[in-house]
């Protein structure tokens, strides 16, 4: 007997064209001459169905954990890489370092700090080398009162932060940051959105990414206008979204910088986690933000910093 199978045994000798014929129902080959077929029954073949697919959840959940992993280590990378090669333009840069109270302060230098309205602090964070995040549940914010470092040159800008969103549905904008024009967002399609204004007059200037950003998943953005005139979006360290070639500057804003909010009138609010957030008066050129993003592919995953 076979180890493994059970055994269906016949009681009686059976003629060689009736185990003939049985054994090609069971898809053997002609010829054999047993007096037993064998096979598993219902419930061993559920056992090994089991183990199989125990064993598939257990291969797809590392295999998914080594992607979200290489996902945040890109995204980590390509924010690091970016600002130390132009940080020293940053007017805004807040690592949310703080970790209680209500101000927020802006390491840049140029002292644009802000205040902390309703949002509490989180240890949930996008990767090790943080440890505190903002939570915002979609009343609350943070202002930084305008100065004019904050206002956009004729070089562009770029804005950057780590984003955990937790809900969209309901709200046409979510905002995470902005200056009333330009802002940026992520609409309830779940694409990213920005909207700079009426760049060299016209009509207002925007552009939507292409990817659906994942709820309750951390994710680094960033948004360039560059003097060249083009918009860019980027997701996880990769382009999502380019826009048409525009002619002017980005209209100067004289208002408020928020996080987590469009205006003063508190429209639009954000229902999630942010950290790491960076204003740079000038815009990263693409071929430097493929070049970071490429480096930080190539040094693999547990980047930190």
Request: charged content about 15%; proline content about 3%.
């Amino acid at each position: 007997m076979k180890r493994g199978f059970t055994p269906l045994e016949n009681k009686e000798k059976i003629s060689r064209e009736e185990n003939t014929r049985r054994l090609q129902w069971f898809g053997f080959h002609k010829g054999k001459d047993v007096n037993f077929l064998t096979g598993f029954t219902l419930i061993e073949l559920l056992v090994v169905i089991s183990i199989i697919g125990l064993l598939s959840s257990v291969v797809f959940a590392s295999l998914n954990s080594a992607r979200e992993k290489a996902r945040i280590a890109a995204g980590l990378q390509f924010g690091s890489q970016l600002y130390r090669a132009y940080g020293a333009n940053a007017v805004g840069t807040y690592n949310f370092s703080e970790g209680s109270g209500t101000s927020l302060g802006d390491i840049s230098g140029y002292n644009n700090n802000g205040t902390i309205t309703g949002a509490t602090w989180s240890t949930d964070v996008p990767h090790s080398g943080k440890t505190r995040s903002l939570f915002f549940n979609g009343s609350s914010f943070v202002r930084v009162p305008y100065k004019s470092s904050m206002a956009i040159g004729p070089g562009g800008f770029t804005y950057m932060a780590w984003i955990k969103p937790t809900v969209v549905a309901g709200q046409s904008y979510n905002m995470f940051m902005g200056q009333y024009l330009p802002y940026f967002c992520i609409r309830e399609s779940g694409r990213l959105f920005t909207n700079l204004g009426s760049v060299g007059g016209g009509t207002q200037k925007t552009l939507q990414g292409n990817s659906v950003v994942s709820l309750n998943q951390w994710h680094h953005v960033a948004l360039t206008y560059d003097e060249t005139g083009y918009i860019k979006i980027y997701l996880d360290g990769k382009i999502d979204a380019t826009s048409p070639q525009y002619s002017g500057a980005v209209p100067p804003s004289s208002n408020d910088f928020y996080i987590g909010q469009w205006n003063s009138a508190g429209t639009y609010k954000f229902r999630g986690y942010i950290t790491d957030v960076v204003v740079i008066n000038s815009a990263v050129g693409i071929a430097e933000i493929r070049e970071h993003y490429a480096r930080g592919i190539a040094q693999g995953i547990g980047v930190d910093e």
